[in-house]
């Protein structure tokens, strides 16, 4: 069959394969995409022209040991085999040794080929020892696809592992029995060289010393005769506040001289929280370090030599500060060990009060109102921000109008006309244009109705009463010039209470000069109000700032309360032309 040619009609399908699985040609070495160009076709069935690598040695393994139809990492789980050897290294600069002999066991690991070498620990060696080669398959040479296997292994071998050669003497019993089961011959065992360095540390090692027992039972009692009832107390602190819920705790310290044990007793303050139980440490015999087990080995315990103010001990891992004592335990001290007085002065253990930290409010974000987000820095549970309900109800309905114009634009922008609308019940602002015929913009809002902040500073927000005609006002990026203002507002700001007076006489003299300078007479802004805005023969006043801005006349706030104080003291918002030519007319007195 392997001889007809690969044509249809020519090959049948194997009905006994059961296995279509695809191998994996691609993949990833050290994060480096690779081809594995020696991947098996379909079901693990080799290509035209490609040969399957056989392991021969796990193949050989597991016929030894009867499990031939059994995964290697079951049939040889737990099972190693163990050789002992030794490389030489040199050592440089040292007149004790030209060079060291450094044992080391290779364990091979069947299961998976797998070898890992570890050097035996020495005292004092001076270098670090231990695991010298960690478990993986070890390369055979320089070659990347061959690895070492245990029919490569042999005693007397020189093994060349990473730059070092490393020479096998000798092997364990179970390593023996397996090579003979497989039927390989080992050589015969060798013997470890000389080492100089071993034999430098059996001639330098000190003998044992040997000194007569004392029988500990004699010391104890001629201690308790000597110190009974005598107890010194040292006030200590255990500052727990590193795990949660942690507390800065003071207790005090018991320490028995009669046999040199300690108890800890917790001194509890009035509403602490505490359970009413002061015994925290049963008296006994403190050890300096806590492995977690009861060994009575431990012969490393805490003296009085090992207590001081100002020092820490530590007590079941948990670490106390002593830092002050009775007067008992400072003339013991000062009498037995000898201590300076001035050493044994307490210890300060209060801290300064933390600086409350400053509540910093960040940025608003640009969604919603700056009142609303606030809400949500200063409350768990954000709630709707308060309004000032008697100034809404009091001020509903009432806005200041301005007529506006864009102080900085390009030419294509100087006809543009708006309202700035400011409302005094929540003294929010809005900006509308109105139409104009044939002017290319559309007409209808031109910023939403929301609270503006002031440009010179930006933590105060504008009200109404900061708007004044003749004043630039920049409203994000937006510079508008207020040319004027409807009558109701001017009456409403003459009616502001603590507004400064204006002088009637002053501004209109300035009014005069500024229509002079701009070559308009009095009877001209009369006529530039035609029929249709005159009101019984009457004239509006709004329609008369208007006239005298479209002659280029720049009026002032101060310039239209005058208007409106000399010539609409009733609040009409109408004016006679006669009283209106003789207040614009400079040859006319003003008085």
């Given at each position: 069959?392997?001889?007809?040619?690969?044509?249809?009609?020519?090959?049948?399908?194997?009905?006994?394969?059961?296995?279509?699985?695809?191998?994996?040609?691609?993949?990833?070495?050290?994060?480096?995409?690779?081809?594995?160009?020696?991947?098996?076709?379909?079901?693990?069935?080799?290509?035209?022209?490609?040969?399957?690598?056989?392991?021969?040695?796990?193949?050989?393994?597991?016929?030894?040991?009867?499990?031939?139809?059994?995964?290697?990492?079951?049939?040889?789980?737990?099972?190693?085999?163990?050789?002992?050897?030794?490389?030489?290294?040199?050592?440089?600069?040292?007149?004790?040794?030209?060079?060291?002999?450094?044992?080391?066991?290779?364990?091979?690991?069947?299961?998976?080929?797998?070898?890992?070498?570890?050097?035996?620990?020495q005292d004092n060696a001076g270098i670090p020892q231990g695991c010298l080669v960690k478990r993986h398959r070890l390369p055979k040479g320089e070659s990347e696809e061959e690895f070492v296997t245990f029919e490569d292994l042999d005693l007397r071998l020189r093994l060349p592992v990473y730059g070092r050669v490393i020479y096998l003497t000798d092997c364990d019993d179970f390593t023996k029995r397996f090579y003979a089961r497989a039927g390989l011959q080992l050589s015969e065992p060798d013997t470890l060289p000389h080492d100089p360095f071993l034999e430098h540390?059996?001639?330098?090692?000190?003998?044992?010393?040997?000194?007569?027992?004392?029988?500990?039972?004699?010391?104890?009692?001629?201690?308790?005769?000597?110190?009974?009832?005598?107890?010194?107390?040292?006030?200590?602190?255990?500052?727990?506040?590193?795990?949660?819920f942690g507390d800065v705790r003071k207790f005090v310290l018991h320490y028995f001289l009669a046999d040199d044990t300690i108890e800890i007793r917790e001194m509890h303050s009035p509403n602490s929280g505490y359970d009413a139980a002061s015994l925290f440490v049963r008296r006994q015999r403190m050890p300096k370090v806590f492995t977690g087990m009861t060994d009575h080995r431990v012969r490393n315990f805490y003296t009085d030599a090992d207590l001081m103010i100002g020092r820490t001990i530590r007590a079941f891992n948990r670490d106390f500060l002593m830092y002050d004592a009775d007067a008992f335990t400072?003339?013991?001290?000062?009498?037995?060990?000898?201590?300076?007085?001035?050493?044994?002065?307490?210890?300060?253990?209060?801290?300064?009060?933390?600086?409350?930290?400053?509540?910093?409010?960040?940025?608003?974000?640009?969604?919603?109102?700056?009142?609303?987000?606030?809400?949500?820095?200063?409350?768990?549970?954000p709630k709707a921000p308060r309004k000032d309900w008697p100034k809404m109800l009091e001020n509903e309905g009432r806005?200041?109008?301005?007529?506006?114009?864009?102080?900085?634009?390009?030419?294509?922008?100087?006809?543009?006309?708006?309202?700035?609308?400011?409302?005094?019940?929540?003294?929010?602002?809005?900006?509308?244009?109105?139409?104009?015929?044939?002017?290319?913009?559309?007409?209808g809002k031109f910023l939403e109705r929301r609270k503006f902040k002031k440009p010179d500073d930006p933590a105060v927000y504008m009200t109404p009463f900061d708007l004044q005609v003749g004043q630039v006002v920049d409203l994000f990026g937006h510079k508008l010039l207020l040319m004027d203002a409807d009558d109701h507002t001017l009456h409403e700001v003459l009616a502001v209470p603590g507004r400064a007076p204006v002088s009637p006489d002053a501004e209109l003299r300035r009014?005069?000069?500024?229509?002079?300078?701009?070559?308009?007479?009095?009877?001209?802004?009369?006529?530039?109000?035609?029929?249709?805005e005159a009101d019984g023969g009457r004239i509006k006043l709004a329609f008369v700032r208007r006239a005298l801005i479209e002659w280029g006349v720049h009026l002032d706030e101060a310039m239209c309360l005058s208007l409106v104080v000399r010539l609409d003291p009733g609040k009409t918002t109408l004016v006679d032309p006669t009283e209106l030519i003789a207040a614009l007319s400079p040859d006319v007195p003003t008085a």
């Open positions: 069959m392997s001889q007809l040619p690969f044509l249809p009609g020519y090959r049948r399908p194997d009905p006994t394969k059961t296995d279509f699985k695809k191998s994996h040609a691609f993949g990833f070495r050290n994060d480096v995409p690779v081809f594995n160009g020696e991947a098996p076709g379909i079901g693990g069935d080799p290509l035209r022209g490609q040969t399957i690598r056989d392991n021969r040695s796990r193949a050989l393994a597991q016929r030894v040991e009867g499990v031939e139809n059994v995964p290697s990492f079951i049939a040889f789980d737990r099972k190693v085999l163990r050789f002992f050897g030794f490389f030489q290294e040199g050592v440089h600069e040292s007149r004790l040794e030209n060079y060291r002999i450094r044992r080391v066991k290779l364990y091979y690991y069947l299961e998976d080929d797998s070898i890992q070498i570890n050097e035996e620990k540390q059996a001639k330098t090692r000190p003998a044992p010393r040997i000194s007569k027992p004392v029988d500990p039972e004699k010391l104890a009692f001629r201690q308790f005769l000597s110190h009974d009832r005598e107890v010194l107390r040292f006030y200590c602190v255990w500052d727990d506040r590193s795990a949660s400072k003339d013991f001290y000062t009498r037995t060990h000898g201590v300076d007085s001035a050493l044994l002065e307490p210890v300060s253990i209060s801290e300064p009060r933390p600086t409350p930290p400053v509540r910093e409010v960040p940025p608003h974000l640009g969604f919603g109102s700056e009142e609303d987000s606030l809400t949500s820095c200063l409350h768990l549970y806005a200041f109008r301005f007529t506006a114009r864009l102080a900085e634009c390009p030419p294509t922008d100087a006809e543009r006309r708006f309202i700035v609308s400011a409302f005094l019940s929540d003294d929010t602002l809005s900006v509308f244009e109105p139409p104009a015929r044939n002017s290319g913009f559309v007409a009014l005069q000069e500024a229509m002079i300078e701009a070559q308009i007479s009095a009877p001209e802004v009369v006529a530039q109000c035609d029929a249709a």
